[in-house]
């Protein structure tokens, strides 16, 4: 089914693998595991396999692109004090 068919059912019907979480972040499934072991998104076990709300997923989702911006807002601020030319 993938990720896209998953968007549309309700958040509780669709616990994603860690390969469709992967996919869904842009990360490859070993870094998404070790933000997982990490704390940074919640899982479930399901016997051996770990399960993603979709609803976690858009949250860190939402903080790592909060974070971005932030730091491109201060090195883009940092760069016009400094005068480098990029204005």
Do not use: W
């Not at 919640?42 to 939402?62: E, F, Q, W």
């Amino acid at each position: 089914m993938g990720v896209v068919g998953m968007l549309s059912k309700p958040k509780k019907l669709c616990p994603l693998s860690s390969q469709e979480a992967a996919d869904y972040l842009h990360v490859s499934r070993p870094h998404l595991v070790k933000l997982v072991e990490k704390g940074e998104i919640p899982c479930t076990m399901v016997g051996t396999h770990r399960r993603m709300a979709l609803h976690d997923l858009k949250i860190y989702a939402d903080k790592v692109r909060a974070n971005r911006d932030a730091q491109l807002a201060f090195l883009a601020k940092q760069a016009q004090e400094l005068h480098l030319g990029y204005e």
